[in-house]
């Protein structure tokens, strides 16, 4: 099917999308509550074993890359990603400092080693659920990758300057909180990945369903009005550049897109 959407022509692979792809995205709900009492969510015991058992796989050097519990035969890199850690890492002598908020158990690390490496030192700190955090503290800590289950227990220890959301606020219940939260830590850069957005003036609560090809799940998620979180973020933060993606969903037959964006503290 994914070689014949290749060659169909526009009309034909908006139909795929639409009738066939449209659970991707579902629904407009009132509430999280009632959202999440339809899902099957990413806490699952199933899920975290899957995870486990690809992230292993990576660090053993058995596979190359994972994302999400899927392996991947070769790095899918994230340019934008990258271009952001390295930035942050130029502005600080080749050092890197970092929380990866949601960060699973080190996808993001795993993926730019290769790049990392040539830095002169990092700090790799991953906020994260209690059973990733302990599983990632007994089978993956390292003097540059750790796990905390609090972002306050992370900075007992360090004082990173580069904030990294990949692909995590949009499924947080109370997102904007969270969020304000976070910035009360003062990081210098901030860096979303994958942030589900669109033009309308409300943010929206819908189900995200997962293909059942990489696991059985479905979760409440967050489809932000790109005003309402570029006005938030731009109250103490300066837009230093926004990503498209490429990568496009569909909600109610219309398609939206992921994008990324690289976020700066505002100097007086």
Same mark, same amino acid.
């Given at each position: 099917?994914?070689?014949?959407?290749?060659?169909?022509?526009?009309?034909?692979?908006?139909?795929?999308?639409?009738?066939?792809?449209?659970?991707?995205?579902?629904?407009?709900?009132?509430?999280?509550q009632s959202a999440a009492e339809k899902c099957i969510g990413y806490d699952s015991e199933i899920?975290?074993?899957?995870?486990?058992?690809?992230?292993?796989?990576?660090?053993?050097?058995?596979?190359?890359?994972?994302?999400?519990?899927? =392996?991947? @035969?070769?790095? &899918? %890199?994230?340019? +934008?990603? $990258?271009?952001? *850690?390295?930035? !942050?890492?130029?502005?600080?002598?080749?050092?890197?400092?970092?929380?990866?908020?949601?960060?699973?158990?080190?996808?993001?690390?795993?993926?730019?080693?290769?790049?990392?490496?040539?830095?002169?030192?990092?700090?790799?700190?991953?906020?994260?659920?209690?059973?990733?955090?302990?599983?990632?503290?007994?089978?993956?800590?390292?003097?540059?990758?750790?796990?905390?289950?609090? =972002?306050? @227990?992370?900075? &007992? %220890?360090?004082? +990173?300057? $580069?904030?990294? *959301?990949?692909? !995590?606020?949009?499924?947080?219940?109370?997102?904007?909180?969270?969020?304000?939260?976070?910035?009360?830590?003062?990081?210098?850069?901030?860096?979303?990945d994958m942030l589900t957005l669109s033009d309308k003036s409300d943010d929206q609560i819908v189900?995200?369903?997962?293909?059942?090809?990489?696991?059985?799940?479905s979760y409440p998620c967050w489809i932000f009005s790109s005003n309402h979180f570029k006005q938030?973020?731009?109250?103490? %933060?300066?837009?230093?550049?926004?990503?498209?993606?490429?990568?496009?969903?569909?909600?109610?037959?219309?398609?939206?897109?992921?994008?990324?964006?690289?976020?700066?503290?505002?100097?007086?």
């Open positions: 099917m994914k070689k014949l959407i290749r060659f169909l022509p526009p009309i034909l692979t908006d139909l795929y999308f639409f009738y066939i792809k449209k659970n991707f995205f579902s629904g407009n709900y009132t509430s999280w899920i975290f074993k899957k995870v486990k058992q690809a992230t292993l796989l990576v660090k053993k050097g058995q596979a190359v890359y994972e994302r999400d519990s899927v =392996i991947f @035969d070769s790095i &899918q %890199y994230s340019l +934008p990603l $990258l271009s952001s *850690l390295l930035l !942050a890492a130029s502005k600080n002598n080749g050092h890197l400092s970092l929380v990866d908020f949601g960060g699973s158990l080190g996808s993001s690390y795993f993926q730019n080693k290769k790049f990392l490496n040539e830095l002169n030192s990092v700090k790799w700190n991953i906020i994260e659920q209690k059973h990733f955090v302990e599983f990632g503290q007994n089978e993956l800590q390292t003097n540059e990758l750790k796990f905390y289950k609090q =972002i306050e @227990d992370c900075f &007992q %220890y360090e004082k +990173p300057d $580069l904030l990294l *959301l990949s692909n !995590a606020l949009q499924y947080i219940e109370n997102s904007y909180e969270v969020l304000e939260k976070l910035l009360q830590y003062n990081f210098y850069y901030i860096f979303f189900i995200q369903n997962v293909s059942k090809k990489i696991y059985n799940a938030k973020m731009e109250q103490n %933060y300066v837009l230093l550049e926004e990503y498209d993606t490429k990568i496009k969903v569909v909600l109610n037959r219309e398609y939206l897109q992921y994008r990324s964006f690289l976020f700066k503290k505002k100097t007086i």
